[in-house]
C-alpha cells in the first residue's frame, strides 16, 4: 500500500499520531505537499465526508478524523506556502447573532477545509454587518450562517440585506443552514444555497466557488 493510502485509511480511523507520522515520512521521501495534502489527507477525508452523509460514521468519528487531518495540515503548511498551492476558495463562516451552537458549524468548518478551501470561522452570536465586513476585506466568495433556533434563523435574511447594502451581494454567494432552516426559507431570505448537512455544505461550497472561479 502506498504511503498516501495509509495516510488516507489512518485519518479515516481518527488514528491522528500515525497521520502525523507517515505525513512526516511522505515528506521526508521527497512527496510533494500538495500530493500529500491532496492524495493522503483530503481523500481520508472525502471518505469520511461521504460516509457521514450516508450516515455510516457520526459526529465523534467525524471530530476524530478532523483532529487526524488538523495534525498532517500542520506538518504541510509551511511547505505548502512555498509551494505556493491556492486554496480552492475562502468562506467566511459563523452561528448567526443570538445562536450559541457550534458543534454543526465546526462540522461544517472541517468538512470545507477537507474540500481545500479556507475557512474563516467567527465563531457563535455573529452580527450580519459582521459577515459582510470580514467577506469584503479577505475577498471570500462565500458567506455561510448557520442557526439552530427558530427565533434567531430570521437573522440570516438580515445578512443577506446587509450583503446588498455592502454592495457586495453579487460578489458574494450566501449559504445557509442549520436544523430548522429548509430551501423554502432560503428562497424567501434570498439567500443562495441551503444544505442539510455538514457535507453537502463542503460539495456545494467548492461548486460555488469553482463557479465563481
Given at each position: 500500500?502506498?504511503?498516501?493510502?495509509?495516510?488516507?485509511?489512518?485519518?479515516?480511523?481518527?488514528?491522528?499520531?500515525?497521520?502525523?507520522?507517515?505525513?512526516?515520512?511522505?515528506?521526508?521521501?521527497g512527496?510533494?505537499?500538495?500530493?500529500i495534502?491532496?492524495?493522503?489527507?483530503l481523500?481520508?477525508?472525502?471518505?469520511?465526508g461521504e460516509?457521514?452523509k450516508?450516515?455510516?460514521?457520526?459526529?465523534?468519528?467525524v471530530?476524530?478524523?478532523?483532529?487526524a487531518?488538523?495534525?498532517?495540515?500542520?506538518?504541510?503548511?509551511?511547505?505548502?506556502?512555498?509551494?505556493?498551492?491556492?486554496?480552492?476558495?475562502?468562506?467566511?463562516?459563523?452561528?448567526?447573532?443570538?445562536?450559541?451552537?457550534?458543534?454543526?458549524?465546526?462540522?461544517?468548518?472541517?468538512?470545507?477545509?477537507g474540500?481545500?478551501?479556507?475557512?474563516i470561522?467567527?465563531?457563535?452570536?455573529?452580527?450580519?454587518e459582521?459577515?459582510?465586513e470580514?467577506?469584503?476585506?479577505?475577498?471570500?466568495?462565500?458567506i455561510?450562517?448557520?442557526?439552530?433556533?427558530?427565533?434567531?434563523m430570521?437573522?440570516?435574511?438580515n445578512?443577506?440585506?446587509?450583503?446588498e447594502?455592502?454592495?457586495?451581494?453579487?460578489?458574494?454567494?450566501?449559504?445557509?443552514?442549520?436544523a430548522?432552516?429548509?430551501?423554502?426559507?432560503?428562497?424567501?431570505?434570498?439567500?443562495?444555497?441551503?444544505?442539510?448537512?455538514?457535507a453537502?455544505?463542503?460539495?456545494?461550497?467548492?461548486?460555488?466557488?469553482?463557479?465563481?472561479g
Open positions: 500500500m502506498s504511503i498516501l493510502n495509509e495516510i488516507s485509511e489512518n485519518l479515516q480511523r481518527g488514528k491522528a499520531k500515525v497521520v502525523k507520522e507517515l505525513v512526516q515520512q511522505a515528506i521526508d521521501q512527496l510533494p505537499a500538495k500530493q495534502l491532496e492524495e493522503g489527507l481523500s481520508g477525508m472525502d471518505v469520511v460516509k457521514f450516508n450516515n455510516e460514521v457520526f459526529v465523534p468519528e471530530l476524530v478524523a478532523a483532529r487531518m488538523n495534525m498532517g495540515v500542520a506538518l504541510l503548511k509551511p511547505l505548502l506556502g512555498s509551494a505556493g498551492v491556492e486554496s480552492h476558495g475562502k468562506v467566511v463562516l459563523g452561528t448567526v447573532k443570538g445562536d450559541l451552537h457550534d458543534i454543526g458549524k465546526n462540522l461544517v468548518k472541517m468538512m470545507m477545509e474540500k481545500g478551501l479556507e475557512v470561522d467567527l465563531g457563535t452570536d455573529v452580527a450580519p459582521k459577515y459582510v470580514v467577506a469584503k476585506e479577505q475577498g471570500c466568495q462565500i455561510a450562517c448557520s442557526s439552530l433556533l427558530t427565533t434567531t430570521g437573522m440570516m435574511e445578512v443577506v440585506k446587509e450583503a447594502a455592502a454592495g457586495i451581494r453579487d460578489q458574494v454567494k450566501i449559504m445557509v443552514g442549520g430548522p432552516v429548509t430551501q423554502e426559507f432560503c428562497d424567501k431570505i434570498g439567500a443562495d444555497v441551503y444544505t442539510t448537512d455538514a453537502s455544505a463542503a460539495d456545494a461550497a467548492l461548486e460555488l466557488c469553482q463557479q465563481v
